[in-house]
């Protein structure tokens, strides 16, 4: 069940791209790479829309 009605994420998928925001931030203070964890961020919110359209369309 999503949070709002405005976005498709639920509150543990909103808790997991807030922790991994962090440490992208982190990751981009020391220079270092971040890629693998905006993918993991992208894909959260891809399986979340997709939830989120199959509801929808019932």
Do not use: C, F, W
């Not at 922790?19 to 993991?40: D, F, H, N, S």
């Amino acid at each position: 069940m999503p949070v709002s009605k405005h976005d498709p994420y639920n509150a543990r998928e909103i808790a997991r791209i807030i922790a991994l925001g962090i440490r992208i931030e982190r990751r981009r203070a020391y220079g270092k790479p971040t890629a693998a964890l905006e993918r993991q961020a992208d894909q959260i919110r891809e399986n979340a829309q997709k939830r989120e359209d199959a509801r929808g369309r019932k």
